[in-house]
């Protein structure tokens, strides 16, 4: 069994910067590729961001690409969302999910077996 927690979410104005992080336990966490998603109220999940187990592969949405930026400390069982230029349309919960396989996971949330409760970010203009 695998634990997540999400942390660092909270409310911004347009053009701030915020950086997630998601503490992972019960498993050695390299072996976990990971991703976190999003919902904003009465739209569906969606990817942001994958990575794989080592860190070495990634993968973003094209509406964060060349903003978010996703990465991992293996050592501290942590991964991180760093979101630049935030806009608006970025206000949604903020899940961090975990595969059980150190292989790039991708964008289909199916993949994903374990989830965290979710983190709050809010982006006025």
């Known amino acids: 069994q695998v634990q997540l927690v999400e942390s660092g979410g909270g409310l911004v104005q347009a053009g701030d910067s915020l950086r997630l992080s998601c503490a992972a336990s019960?498993?050695?966490?390299?072996?976990?590729?990971m991703a976190w998603f999003r919902q904003a109220p009465g739209k569906e999940r969606e990817f942001v961001a994958a990575?794989?187990?080592?860190?070495?592969?990634?993968g973003y949405a094209d509406s964060v690409k060349g903003r978010f930026t996703i990465s991992r400390a293996n050592a501290k069982n942590t991964l991180y969302l760093q979101m630049n230029s935030l806009k608006p349309e970025d206000t949604a919960i903020y899940y961090c999910?975990?595969?059980?396989?150190?292989?790039?996971?991708?964008?289909?949330?199916?993949?994903?077996?374990?989830w965290g409760q979710g983190t709050q970010v809010t982006v006025s203009s």
């Open positions: 999910a975990a595969r059980t396989s150190p292989y790039y996971g991708g964008t289909n949330p199916n993949d994903y077996t374990y």
């Open positions: 019960g498993r050695t966490f390299s072996s976990l590729a």
């Open positions: 990575i794989s187990g080592s860190g070495y592969i990634t």
